[in-house]
C-alpha cells in the first residue's frame, strides 16, 4: 500500500511546471527513506503528503505545492520555500531556521511549535495561520 501510495505522489509531482522542474530521482529519494536533504524538488506537487519527521534541510522547494501537506517536525532548515503554497499544511514543530519563505502562502497553516529563527520571511502571507506561539496571524488576508 505505502508503494501505491509513493508511486501516486511521485505522477502527481510530475505535474510540476516545465520552468520549474524538479529532478524525479530527488522525489523518489524522498518518498522512499523521508529524506533528501539539498534535493532539488522546485515545482513538485507534494499535495497532501505525509512527510512527518522529514528532512529537507537544505532543499529547494520553489514553487512547490505543499498544499494540505503533513511537515510536523521536519527539518527545513535553510531551504528556499520560496512562492510554494503551504495552505492547510500542518508544520509543527518544524525547523524553519534560516530558511527563505519569501512570497510564500500560509493560509490556514499551523506553525504551532516552529522554529522561524533568521527566516526570511520578505512578502510572506500567513492569512488565518497558527503561528509558532499560538496565536493566530492574518497577515495578507486581505
Same mark, same amino acid.
Request: proline share 3%; charged share 15%.
Given at each position: 500500500m505505502k508503494r501505491l501510495l509513493a508511486g501516486g505522489a511521485l505522477i502527481m509531482a510530475l505535474g510540476?511546471?516545465?520552468?520549474? @522542474?524538479?529532478?524525479?530521482?530527488?522525489?523518489?529519494?524522498?518518498?522512499a527513506t523521508n529524506s533528501c536533504p539539498g534535493c532539488d524538488l522546485s515545482g513538485a506537487r507534494l499535495t497532501g503528503m505525509d512527510l512527518t519527521d522529514a528532512d529537507l534541510s537544505g @532543499?529547494?522547494?520553489?514553487? @512547490?505545492?505543499?498544499?494540505?501537506?503533513n511537515l510536523t517536525n521536519a527539518n527545513l532548515s535553510g531551504a528556499r520555500i520560496i512562492r510554494a503554497d503551504l495552505t492547510n499544511a $500542518? *508544520?509543527?514543530? @518544524? #525547523? *524553519?531556521t534560516a530558511a527563505n519563505l519569501s512570497l510564500t502562502t500560509f493560509l490556514g497553516a499551523d506553525l504551532t511549535g516552529a522554529i522561524l529563527t533568521d527566516a526570511i520571511l520578505t #512578502?510572506?502571507?500567513?492569512?488565518? $495561520? $497558527?503561528?509558532p506561539d499560538g496565536n493566530v496571524n492574518d497577515t495578507g488576508c486581505e
Amino acid at each position: 500500500m505505502k508503494r501505491l501510495l509513493a508511486g501516486g505522489a511521485l505522477i502527481m509531482a510530475l505535474g510540476a511546471s516545465p520552468s520549474m @522542474a524538479f529532478d524525479p530521482a530527488h522525489l523518489e529519494q524522498l518518498l522512499a527513506t523521508n529524506s533528501c536533504p539539498g534535493c532539488d524538488l522546485s515545482g513538485a506537487r507534494l499535495t497532501g503528503m505525509d512527510l512527518t519527521d522529514a528532512d529537507l534541510s537544505g @532543499a529547494n522547494l520553489i514553487f @512547490a505545492s505543499l498544499f494540505i501537506a503533513n511537515l510536523t517536525n521536519a527539518n527545513l532548515s535553510g531551504a528556499r520555500i520560496i512562492r510554494a503554497d503551504l495552505t492547510n499544511a $500542518t *508544520l509543527n514543530g @518544524a #525547523d *524553519l531556521t534560516a530558511a527563505n519563505l519569501s512570497l510564500t502562502t500560509f493560509l490556514g497553516a499551523d506553525l504551532t511549535g516552529a522554529i522561524l529563527t533568521d527566516a526570511i520571511l520578505t #512578502d510572506t502571507v500567513f492569512c488565518a $495561520t $497558527t503561528m509558532p506561539d499560538g496565536n493566530v496571524n492574518d497577515t495578507g488576508c486581505e
